[in-house]
Structure formats: structure tokens, C-alpha cells
Antibody
């Protein structure tokens, strides 16, 4: 089955760190770019970060630049998001999302995981 | 950043109705636009990409149109499973989403 499964969410104090993982299965992970998209409780969607299929290109939203680091391990079919210096406003469900690694489809997210909740609170 | 503005924020409709949602970009994005459907507690689902291309497996009652700054998602005959929140997303640069349009039962 083609799927993405996120893990690693939880409760963390402001200023703390957390590492999210996304396990891919059912497709050739190394051929796709991957993204993290978040959704604060009751709010809309916000793109967080993107990494190309070979990790050559990495992008971040201004809201997380310098605090979050995206990475991937194609041998393990896994995507990661290291989150440091967490703030209350980072509280959200974090989704990993797939996109074709082509110029025409790089920002169209055609497969999403179910998400993992990150809560930043003292 | 390119800002995306959807209207209306919510719409009440009945099964069989035609529903239209609009999305406006703060600057021209050609046809670099996607539409997603999200049901409560679920992940978003890609419906339309490149403004008017139907994603594989999506029913043909969904259609998209527009280019430049103004775009439209149309559901030709609303079905019970279509009650959800819909988001537009620009794909011209670092992606940004509209605030969402909730389609509710009338």
C-alpha cells in the first residue's frame, strides 16, 4: 500500500527540541521530493519545508528558518524534521507530503500522511 | 510571499447543488495552482493541479479554472461525501495556502 506514516510528535516545553519522522512505503521514495506541512488547531495549512529527491535542494518557510532542519535517508525510505528552539506557535499537526521531483509538479502534494501532533507548552 | 485569499469562508449547500469557490492570488501565478479537500481529522487530498487538471481518481464533478490571479473550483453536483473544507495553494514559489472554504450541509 502506498502510504506515509509520521511519528515523533508529543508535548515539549518552549525552547525544547523534537525530531519528527515520516516512513514511506509502496512507492520509490528516492524518486520524489518530500515536504512537511503543518496545521495549527482549528487553522489552515502552512508549508514548512521541502527537500528534493537527492537532498540537493532544501527550502524552508521564513517562520522556521534557522530553527528546523529537514533531512531524508533514501536507504531507509524515511524523511525527518529536526525542530529546535520550539515556540508555542509551532503547536500543530505536522504532515509529511510527497511531490514529484520535476519542475512542473514540485509544489503539488499528491500523497499525505495522517499527521503527528506537536504541542509546545510549559 | 504570495498571499492567497479564498471566498466565501463558508457555504451552505444541499446535495445536488452546484458549488463554486474562488481563490485570488496577490500576484500573478500563471496556472500554478492546486486545490485540496480536507475532511475533519483527515489529511488533505489533492483534487486539482495546474489550475484545471484533475488528479487521478478524483470524480469528474470537480473542476478548476482560471489563470493569473483569479481561480475557481466548481463542484457540479454536490454529493454527501463532498462536505469538507477546501483549500487553494499557489505552486509558483514557496507554497502558500488560502484560508479555506468550509462546505456545509444546508
Amino acid at each position: 500500500e502506498v502510504q506515509l506514516v509520521e511519528s515523533g510528535g508529543g508535548l515539549v516545553k518552549p525552547g525544547g527540541s523534537l525530531r519528527l519522522s515520516c516512513a514511506a512505503s509502496g512507492f520509490t521514495f528516492s524518486s520524489y521530493s518530500m515536504n512537511w506541512v503543518r496545521q495549527a488547531p482549528g487553522k489552515g495549512l502552512e508549508w514548512v519545508s521541502s527537500i528534493s529527491s537527492s537532498s540537493s535542494y532544501i527550502y524552508y518557510a521564513d517562520s522556521v528558518k534557522g530553527r528546523f532542519t529537514i533531512s531524508r535517508d533514501n536507504a531507509k525510505n524515511s524523511l525527518y524534521l529536526q525542530m529546535n528552539s520550539l515556540r508555542a506557535e509551532d503547536t500543530a499537526v505536522y504532515y509529511c507530503a510527497r511531490a514529484e521531483d520535476t519542475a512542473m509538479a514540485y509544489w503539488y502534494f499528491d500523497l499525505w500522511g495522517r499527521g503527528t501532533l506537536v504541542t509546545v507548552s510549559s | 510571499d504570495i498571499q492567497m485569499t479564498q471566498s466565501p469562508s463558508s457555504v451552505s449547500a444541499s446535495v445536488g447543488d452546484r458549488v463554486t469557490i474562488t481563490c485570488r492570488a496577490s500576484q500573478g501565478i500563471s496556472s500554478w495552482l492546486a486545490w485540496y479537500q480536507q475532511k475533519p481529522g483527515k489529511a488533505p487530498k489533492l483534487l486539482i493541479y495546474a489550475a484545471s487538471s484533475l488528479q487521478s481518481g478524483v470524480p469528474s464533478r470537480f473542476s478548476g479554472s482560471g489563470s493569473g490571479t483569479d481561480f475557481t473550483l466548481t463542484i457540479s453536483s454536490l454529493q454527501p461525501e463532498d462536505f469538507a473544507t477546501y483549500y487553494c495553494q499557489q505552486a509558483n514559489s514557496s507554497p502558500t495556502f488560502g484560508q479555506g472554504t468550509k462546505v456545509e450541509i444546508k
